[in-house]
Each structure stands twice: as structure tokens, then as C-alpha cells.
């Protein structure tokens, strides 16, 4: 596994050893060997994603890798670049050819307004990660591995975890919530224990060249997001800010400009072929009754 203690890594290796499946987890640090072995990994591999000449030759002969590791801070098309060119030499050496579930993302399609994408829509990448669109076909076009993609939608988890992290702490911290682009913005969203779900069940299920959606809501207004935090934590002021997609990216990032995406996704395709079945269904519900 890659990035198996992130925000959806940590939940997809608790879900793989709660199913018995031996998990070998890269950790780049101590910190992060230690959080994997919690979480059930069955060993460790020491070693970072961006110098993967250091650790690939110790990989044992794999099943499948599971790929959800990106540094944001980073020159993230270059390290994953790199990553896919010694990794993919390494598994066809192997005498069974092995899965490889590579992570693409919802920023992929693009706004998508009142369209419900599926995985038949063309892609129209945010510019900060358009390089994805050809590293996943590339994974799914090798001859090295059973290559199958998974799409997350935004990811949430615990209430006020993943991508509700900064509602949480502006309904604090902040007279008002702020939102990108307009409370009319829909997210397509899932819970990471939903999106946990989906990725073992591809492991399992999926048939190569197989890419799925992993939307559990179709679409979330961010102003209902907000409002639903701005109630749970009393913010002085109940309507949220709107801020521009460029004052995002200034203090955050290129990659931020996707928080203004307006989007439909489905996931009935994950759920009609792989029996996928989300439980975090409400999420103002959810974020009504946090702690």
C-alpha cells in the first residue's frame, strides 16, 4: 500500500485486515510505521514515493498495490512519475501478474453542473492535475499489472474529517464559514469507510481495466455544508462567505481552485458491478450530531 495512513489510506487497510488480507504498508517515517502497524499492516517497508530506487528492489512478490499516496506540497506529476516508472518494472518481473488500484479523483471531470458524470464522460481535468488522466491510463494499459482506477469523490470522514476539516475549524476559528465560488457549488461526496469499502471490493471484484466512481452523494451544495456547521457550532454569522476560487489557490494552492467545481458524480456503477452499498448517506446529519 501507498499513502496507507492518509486521510483514505488509514480506513482501506483497517477494512483489508479486518478481511484478512496481508497489507505491506510504505512508511516514510517512524511515525508512520507505527501508525500502520495499529491500523493492521502486516509489515513495513521503509522508504518515501519520491525516491523509489531506494525501496523497490525490497518489495517481496506482490498480489496487488493499492496507490493513494500524493504530496501535495511537491512536485506531485514528477514523484508520481517516477513512482509508476520503477514500480511497474518491478511487478512484471513477478511470476503472477498483480492488481494495481491507481487513485484518480473527482477534479478529473471537471464542472460538471446539472450532468451526472459516470465513468463515460469525458475527462476535463483541473489543470493542477491533469497529469493523472494519463498516468491512470497508463496503469490501465499495462501489460505489468491488472490495472484498475478508482475516482473518489470529496472525501469526509468521522464528521468533521477530510475535506469538512477547514468547515470545522472556520465555524470556530471565523465569524463566518467561508465557501468557494458560491453556496450553489455542489460536491459529489463519501464517508473515507464508504470509500474503504469500494476500494477492497475492487481488489476483490473488479475486472482489469475496470475504473469506478466512488461517489456515495451525488451532489452536496457547500452552502448546506456550511450552514450545517455553522448550526452544530453556533458561528456568529450562519450564512457563509463566498471567497473566489484565485484567493483559495493563493493560500493554498493551484490545486485548491477545484473547491469551486461544481459537480455531479455517480457511483451506480460501482454499486450495480461490485455490490458497493454506502452507509453515510446524510451528511448534515452527521455533522449535526458531532460531539
Known sequence: MLGGTGSIGAPILRWLAARGHEA???ARSDASAAAATRLGAASIVRGDIAAPDCWVGALPDLDAVVHMACDFAGPMAAVDGVLIDALLPRLA???D???FVYTGGCWLFGATGDVVATEKTPMSPLPAFAWMVPHA????GSQAVDGIVIHPAMVYGDGAGGVFRRFAREAVDRPAIRVVGGEAVRWPLVHCDDLAQLYGLALERAPRG???IGAAVEGLAVGR?????AGRFGTPE????VISA??????????????ALDQRLSGAKARRELGWAPRHLDPEAEIAALP
Open 24 to 26: 505491506i504498508v510504505l
Open 93 to 95: 518481473a513477478q511470476p
Open 97 to 99: 501478474r498483480p492488481r
Open 137 to 140: 491510463e497508463r496503469i490501465l
Open 210 to 212: 475496470a475504473s469506478y
Open 225 to 229: 455544508i456550511a450552514r450545517a456547521f
Open 238 to 241: 450562519r450564512t457563509p462567505a
Open 246 to 259: 484565485d484567493s483559495i489557490a493563493l493560500e493554498l494552492g493551484p490545486w485548491a481552485r477545484g473547491y
